[in-house]
C-alpha cells in the first residue's frame, strides 16, 4: 500500500529504525524488493534513479507504482539524484511520491537557490524532497585532505541549508561513498552527531553498501532515518546473470529471471534486517 513518505519517516522516527530505499531498473528488481519487504514485513522505498526513468518511462513508473499499491507492506516511490527540474517536474506529474533535488555538484548558493525552487514545485503537490549537502564521490582515492574535508557536510551550514530551503531529508556525506569501498571505510560519527542536533528533519545516507554493521547501527542512532543501497542489490543481479549463463545447457530466461530476483530479494531481506524496519509495517 502506498502510504505518504512523512508517515515513513515519522514512524521511522518514533521507533529509531532507518527505512531501506532500493534502487531498481526493471520487473525483477521490483519484484525483489516488494517480495524482501512482504517477507520481513517491513516498510520500503522504492528508487528510481533518473538514468532509470528515462530508460523505463511511463511502463516502468506505472509497473512500480502499481506494484507499491499492490504490496501488502507500506511503500512508496522516490525519485533518486535528480540534477534537472525537466526530470523531476516529470516525476511529479508520474505520481512520484518523493524526490531527490540533487545540487551537491554546486556551489553552496546554486545548490539552495535550486533545491528551493524544487521544494517549491513539489510542496504545491505535498510531495516531500531530499537534498544533499556536500558532495559524494564514487571514492575518496586521490584527494588531499583539504579538498575531503571540503566535501563533507558541514553541520552549521547544514541547519542553515535545510531551514532556508524547508527540504523534508538531508542526505550527509561524512566519509560515505557511492559504489564500492576500495578501503575500509571510515564514517564521521562526530559530525553526523552535529548535524543531528543542529538538523530537526530526518537525515539520509547514500553509499550504505558494503558498510558494516556497526557502521549502520551507529549511523541510524544518530538520526539516519533512510538508507540508499544500489551497488549490492545490482551486483546480486549481475552476479546471478552470469551464474545462469554459466550453468545453463538450454537457457529459459524464465528461469533466469526467478534467479535473479532470488539473488536480488536475499540482499534487500539482509539490509532491512540490519536497518530494523522488519516488523514495524505492523504499526501501519
Known amino acids: 500500500m502506498i502510504v505518504p513518505t512523512s508517515r515513513l519517516l515519522q514512524a521511522a522516527q518514533a ?11 526493471n520487473m525483477e528488481g521490483v519484484k525483489a524488493v516488494f517480495a524482501a519487504a512482504e517477507a520481513e514485513n517491513s516498510p520500503v522505498i522504492l528508487q528510481l534513479h533518473p538514468s532509470a526513468l528515462r530508460y523505463g518511462g511511463v511502463p516502468l513508473v506505472s509497473l512500480s507504482i502499481e506494484a507499491a499499491r499492490q504490496s501488502s507492506v507500506p511503500a512508496v516511490v522516490h525519485l533518486d539524484h535528480s540534477t534537472s527540474i525537466a526530470d523531476i517536474q516529470t516525476a511529479l506529474r508520474f505520481g512520484f511520491n518523493s524526490v531527490m533535488a540533487d545540487g551537491s555538484h554546486l556551489d553552496y548558493q546554486q545548490n539552495l537557490d535550486f533545491t528551493r ?29 583539504a579538498d575531503y574535508e571540503a566535501r563533507l557536510t558541514d553541520p552549521a551550514l547544514a541547519a542553515e541549508f535545510s531551514r532556508t530551503t524547508g527540504i523534508d531529508l538531508l542526505a550527509v556525506c561524512i566519509g560515505n561513498v557511492h559504489g564500492e569501498y576500495r578501503t575500509e571505510p571510515h564514517l564521521d560519527f562526530p559530525r553526523l552527531e552535529r548535524i543531528h542536533h543542529q538538523v530537526d528533519i530526518p537525515l539520509v545516507l547514500h553509499g550504505a553498501s558494503g558498510l558494516p554493521e556497526e557502521v549502520i547501527y551507529r549511523s541510524v542512532e544518530l538520526g539516519v532515518r533512510k538508507i540508499n543501497v544500489n551497488t549490492e542489490v545490482r551486483n546480486a543481479y549481475i552476479n546471478s546473470l552470469k551464474n545462469s549463463l554459466d550453468r545453463a545447457v538450454k537457457l529459459d530466461l524464465i528461469d533466469m529471471m526467478q534467479a535473479s530476483v532470488a539473488a536480488m530479494q536475499a540482499v534487500v531481506a539482509a539490509k532491512i534486517q540490519l536497518f530494523g524496519s522488519s516488523n514495524q509495517a505492523r504499526n501501519f
Do not use: C, M, P, W
Not at 15 to 25: C, H, L, M, S
Open 15 to 25: 521507533e529509531r529504525y532507518a527505512i531501506g530505499a532500493f534502487n531498481v531498473y
Open 117 to 145: 525552487k524544487i521544494v517549491e514545485l513539489a510542496h504545491t503537490q505535498n510531495i516531500l524532497v531530499e537534498a544533499e549537502l556536500g558532495r559524494l564521490s564514487g571514492t575518496e582515492d586521490g584527494l588531499s585532505v
